[in-house]
């Protein structure tokens, strides 16, 4: 069955410090990938696309990967904040759906 | 633009019992979806609409109901409470002229505990 895998346990970095984030996919072939920030009590937002022709996505101090042959995709965050800390979340959609499958998450902790 | 708004953002229901949770966007937004989220869990798709008056099942639908009357409002019914719907439901919309490409706009979910 088609799986989503996001590292369950929190990740703690120190300020400054770049944190990676992983999504791995099993039993799928996504097209598109997005990664969404969401706070305790908040709904998800948005943060980057990226598609499956595109090695990489940059936003500011944000990047994503996303390699096909390997089924995963790496997000990144440079110079970090204690103001990243929040739950990371990616999501998969093939082409031709509007439905898009949620990993469960990664918790990012930014230590001042 | 107020974006996509929930209402209640917490209910407390009996099992058995039934009640609808509202979800309006003013964007526009041609489709939206409904998701739940349980502790320590993604989200999981019950329906969504890519239409006024078009909907169809997501992952998990079962004890659900949906309607799509307007462009604007896509509630969310569940009709004999039961405590395995005890989650954190949100609703989500996107403006979508071809694909899955477009970013997903979410409110800010109703936590529902039925006991």
């Known amino acids: 069955s088609q799986k989503i895998e996001q590292n369950s346990e929190a990740l703690n970095i120190q300020e400054g410090k770049t944190a990676t984030l992983t999504c791995n996919y099993t039993?799928?072939?996504?097209?598109?990938l997005q990664w969404y920030r969401q706070d305790p009590g908040r709904g998800p937002v948005f943060l980057l696309l990226i598609r499956e022709n595109e090695k990489e996505k940059r936003k500011e101090r944000l990047k994503v990967t996303f390699d096909t042959t390997l089924k995963q995709s790496l997000f990144h965050i440079t110079a970090s904040q204690p103001a990243d800390s929040a739950t990371y979340l990616c999501a998969l959609a093939t082409s031709g759906t509007y439905k898009y499958i949620f990993g469960t998450g990664t918790r990012l902790k930014v230590l001042a | 633009n107020a974006g996509v708004t929930q209402t209640p953002k917490f209910r407390i229901l009996k099992i058995g019992q039934s009640m609808t949770l509202q979800c309006a966007q003013d964007m526009n937004h041609n489709y939206m979806y409904w998701y739940r989220q349980d502790p320590g869990m993604g989200l999981k798709l019950i329906y969504y609409?890519?239409?006024?008056?078009?909907?169809d099942k997501g992952e998990v639908p079962n004890g659900y109901n949906v309607s799509r009357s307007t462009t604007e409002d896509f509630p969310l019914r569940l009709e004999l409470a039961a405590p395995s719907q005890t989650s954190v439901y949100f609703c989500?919309?996107?403006?979508?002229?071809?694909?899955?490409?477009?970013?997903?706009?979410f409110g800010p979910g109703t936590r529902l505990l039925v006991l």
């Open positions: 989500a919309s996107s403006y979508s002229p071809g694909g899955p490409w477009e970013t997903q706009y």
């Open positions: 609409s890519v239409g006024a008056g078009i909907t």
């Open positions: 039993n799928y072939s996504p097209a598109y």
